[in-house]
């Protein structure tokens, strides 16, 4: 009887953590996805509940361990960027009261490629570390430009790690 109470505790755990999408520390919400400039950007989804202060942004290449990576964090004294909803946060742009994370010599810059899985996320300046994250494909549209379409949230890691065939309606084939 221990075994079987203790087993479904476990998978109740891990049924609740899921739903939940929760850390100790902060909750982790999906972010919505847009192209600026021909760019990806991460955006509040405008059902978000709060505007967000950004205390660091990072766009690197999904599961790759020696992917490329592009991180921005807020300098030290500096007021963050306090997105509102819908209002987005573009790779290749750097805000002024933001710098350059450094991250050794094992992490290449970002080069974003077709058909390859990328995972952009915004930490909170504040104590919460809440965090908006996205994971999305890049696909090549007309006259050869990125278009960025959004993975489900509910992909397995496994699925994730698979390089996508992106197309349109959100979604990337498996």
Not at 8 to 29: D, K, Q, S, Y
Not at 60 to 87: H, N, Q, Y
Not at 131 to 157: I, T
């Amino acid at each position: 009887m221990r075994m079987k109470n203790f087993l479904m505790l476990i998978i109740g755990c891990g049924v609740l953590g899921a739903v939940a999408n929760a850390t100790p520390l902060g909750r982790v919400e999906y972010a919505d996805l847009t192209s600026v400039n021909g760019y990806p950007a991460i955006c509040l989804p405008r059902e978000a509940k709060a505007p967000f202060a950004v205390g660091w942004a990072i766009l690197a290449e999904g599961f790759a361990e020696k992917g490329g990576v592009w991180s921005l964090k807020l300098k030290g004294g500096a007021t963050p960027m306090i997105l509102k909803r819908g209002e987005c946060f573009a790779y290749g742009v750097v805000p002024e009261a933001y710098e350059f994370m450094k991250h050794g010599s094992n992490k290449p810059p970002l080069i974003l490629e077709v058909d390859k899985t990328y995972s952009f996320r915004l930490h909170s300046a504040s104590l919460s570390n809440d965090v908006y994250n996205v994971v999305f494909c890049v696909g090549e549209g007309r006259g050869g430009q990125f278009e960025f379409y959004k993975r489900s949230p509910s992909m397995s890691r496994e699925q994730a790690a698979r390089p996508c065939k992106a197309f349109k309606n959100n979604n990337a084939s498996e």
